[in-house]
Each structure stands twice: as structure tokens, then as C-alpha cells.
T-cell receptor
């Protein structure tokens, strides 16, 4: 069974540009959640998509957005990039909501996309 | 809001030694769950161990065990007979039990970088 796949693994952008990251969940999983990981802040929840609908959103500006397709693949987009957006972006997939999966430990993470903003 | 604190940014031990990683958390809830996740250089977060707050017995998974002190709000991870493959970032995480709040799932600490020396 294939795991969670994130692309690209590495990318470099300049300030003001936008970026789109992709996450393909485990087959059959309907929930995809996104996290930003930085040395200073650790892992912070960005948002969750479940059956193509955004369920929850963390405390991030509107420059951060996402969507989910009918095949459960999800993309997140960051517009007008800032230096502080440099981070590892992780996605996680689960059968149930991120809330329930977090409790049961049935949350499966990808290897992340490392974004560097120059 | 819940907080999770890991006070050791980095630790280094010799192979085969036992190491303990510290974690404290703050919550007013009585029903919650605690976790340790491992993030090796491949960057994929992997669940190491899970503890239910209402269970007094400390969870164990092979060489990994926890010391859960509910009154002190402390949740440390002990790794016995450490191996080179244990080198990774370790994150302590918290989530309220249902039907509580926290719809965005897990709250993570900032991590401890554990290095196992040969």
C-alpha cells in the first residue's frame, strides 16, 4: 500500500512569488491535513480538507490556501511569499477526520516539501 | 489553549545507552491523549507511542516506554538500548479526547533532536 506522497520534495522561490504543493493521501483516505514545520515554532496546523471541504483552519494569514480534489489529492498554495514562509510543509492523511485520527494514532504523514524563500 | 513544552533541544548519547526525553504539557482537561512521534532524516513523522490519560499504566512499545505523571503534567520517553537508527527528531504531542474542542487535532512540542553516537 503506497504511503502519503508529497511533491515537490524541495523547492526554492523568491519573495513575492507563489507556490503550490501537492499531497496524495493513502488510497481510501478522505482527510488530508497540512502542517508547517519550522525550527522556531515546531509543527503548526494549517488546515484540514475532508471530502473536498475545508473543515478546519489554523491561525495563518489568507495567503495560505488549499483545496482537495475528488480523488482526495490535496494542494496547498502560498501567495506573495515571505522569507518567514521558509519551512518544511508536511501533510498527513487519515480515514477519519484529523481530530479522530489524532486520538487513535491513525494519522499518516508524508515526507514533506522543503520550501526555501530567498 | 493547550501547550506542549520540550525543554531539551538536542541530546546525544552513545549507542546501547538509555536516554530519556522530557515533555511537559498544560491543560485543564481530564480526558486527553499523549504521543511521541519520531521524525528521522527522511522527514516522515512516525508514531512511536501513545498514552491515554485515564490509564495509569505507562505505555510501552519494545525499547520505548513512557513515564506518565498526570498530576505533574509530565510525559517523558525512555529509549532503552539505543540504536543508531533512533537518531531523529522526537516530538511530544497532545490532543483532547472527544467530545472536547481542539478541532485541529494534535498540538506538538518543538521537538528534541536525539543523536545516537556509535
Amino acid at each position: 500500500k503506497a504511503g502519503v506522497t508529497q511533491t515537490p520534495r524541495y523547492l526554492i522561490k523568491t519573495r513575492g512569488q507563489q507556490v503550490t504543493l501537492s499531497c496524495s493521501p493513502i488510497s481510501g483516505h478522505r482527510s488530508v491535513s497540512w502542517y508547517q514545520q519550522t525550527p522556531g515554532q515546531g509543527l503548526q496546523f494549517l488546515f484540514e480538507y475532508f471530502s473536498e471541504t475545508q473543515r478546519n483552519k489554523g491561525n495563518f494569514p489568507g495567503r495560505f490556501s488549499g483545496r482537495q480534489f475528488s480523488n482526495s489529492r490535496s494542494e496547498m498554495n502560498v501567495s506573495t511569499l515571505e522569507l518567514g514562509d521558509s519551512a518544511l510543509y508536511l501533510c498527513a492523511s487519515s480515514l477519519t477526520s484529523v481530530r479522530v485520527a489524532g486520538i487513535t494514532g491513525e494519522l499518516f504523514f508524508g515526507e514533506g516539501s522543503r520550501l526555501t524563500v530567498l | 489553549a493547550q501547550t506542549v513544552t520540550q525543554s531539551q533541544p538536542e541530546m546525544s548519547v552513545q549507542e546501547a545507552e538509555t536516554v530519556t526525553l522530557s515533555c511537559t504539557y498544560d491543560t485543564s482537561e481530564s480526558n486527553y491523549y499523549l504521543f511521541w512521534y519520531k521524525q528521522p532524516p527522511s522527514r516522515q513523522m512516525i508514531l512511536v507511542i501513545r498514552q491515554e490519560a485515564y490509564k495509569q499504566q505507562n505505555a510501552t512499545e519494545n525499547r520505548f516506554s513512557v513515564n506518565f505523571q498526570k498530576a505533574a503534567k509530565s510525559f517523558s520517553l525512555k529509549i532503552s538500548d539505543s540504536q543508531l537508527g533512533d537518531t531523529a527528531m522526537y516530538f511530544c504531542a497532545f490532543i483532547e479526547g472527544l467530545p472536547g474542542g481542539g478541532a485541529d487535532g494534535l498540538t506538538f512540542g518543538k521537538g528534541t533532536h536525539l543523536i545516537i553516537q556509535p
